[in-house]
């Protein structure tokens, strides 16, 4: 049998919609249910490296060294161990900004060249927490994952985000990416204010089913446990336990395929 591990985008358009948060605490969450999860930070940012307590040193293989060389299986030098527990990562640098520049002809499928032929079975899922644009780093991911889980605030332009960045997967999925889908829609940092619910209406009104159900809330604690480098379900005060309800309702809700057999 072959063991098919999930590989899954969190993406969105716009930088502190709590892209990177999601993707770091789904991957606590499903911990807590005694899974394994690789994260793969691809935002030049290296917001989810650092957030995980990784501070890359002098010869530590990036992202940025995966996008800059076309090398069967390479993925696999790049993972690091980090300080949460059952996550391990495949860190972000600076560097990988360069990649949105580069001409190379082959740059768009480095990444999915750098996970051919991986035995990826010690993990459950493959998290890969998207750069907030639509440029070639983003196009790299989705030749590479199943699955794509747009975060997105409920702002006045995110029904517009969320159709550019459906539209983009289209695209991909009609050649090089078939097994490609956009499965949810995240809406994160939603506050109980008049504005917020109305946008979270339109987006619902706009895709349905496609929306989670479970929202994830704009509470300070977010933001304090990132810096603190601990998961949120290590972290204490700050309503922090809403936080960690969310995140449990929101795996409970994706339903995450664990290592599905084909």
């Not at 459950?124 to 991911?141: E, H, N």
């Amino acid at each position: 049998t072959c063991y098919m591990v999930n590989k899954i985008a969190i993406t969105l358009r716009k930088g502190g919609s709590g892209k990177t948060t999601t993707a770091a605490n789904l991957g606590a969450a499903l911990h807590l249910l005694g899974r394994r999860v690789l994260l793969v930070d691809l935002d030049p940012q290296a917001n989810a490296t650092e957030g995980l307590g990784v501070y890359t040193a002098d010869g530590q293989l990036t992202t940025a060294d995966l996008m800059d060389r076309t090398e069967p299986g390479s993925a696999i030098d790049a993972v690091v161990a980090t300080a949460w527990d059952g996550i391990d990562l495949i860190p972000s640098h600076l560097d990988l900004s360069n990649a949105e520049s580069s001409g190379a002809s082959d740059l768009v499928f480095r990444l999915d060249i750098a996970f051919e032929g991986l035995n990826l079975s010690p993990y459950d899922a493959v998290l890969f927490d998207c750069p907030p644009s639509l440029g070639k780093l983003l196009f790299a991911v989705l030749l590479t994952v199943d699955n794509v889980y747009a975060v997105t605030e409920p702002t006045k332009d995110s029904v517009k985000g969320v159709t550019r960045l459906e539209t983009t997967v289209e695209k991909v999925k009609l050649r090089p990416n078939p097994r490609l889908k956009l499965a949810k829609i995240i809406i994160s940092r939603r506050q109980n204010k008049g504005e917020h619910i109305d946008r979270e209406r339109e987006l619902r009104d706009a895709y349905g089913d496609l929306v989670a159900r479970t929202v994830i809330p704009d509470l300070g604690a977010r933001q304090d446990a990132h810096s603190a480098e601990v998961p949120m379900h290590e972290f204490k005060g700050g309503r922090a336990l809403s936080l960690q309800v969310a995140y449990d309702d929101l795996l409970d809700e994706l339903g995450i395929t664990i290592g599905a057999h084909a």
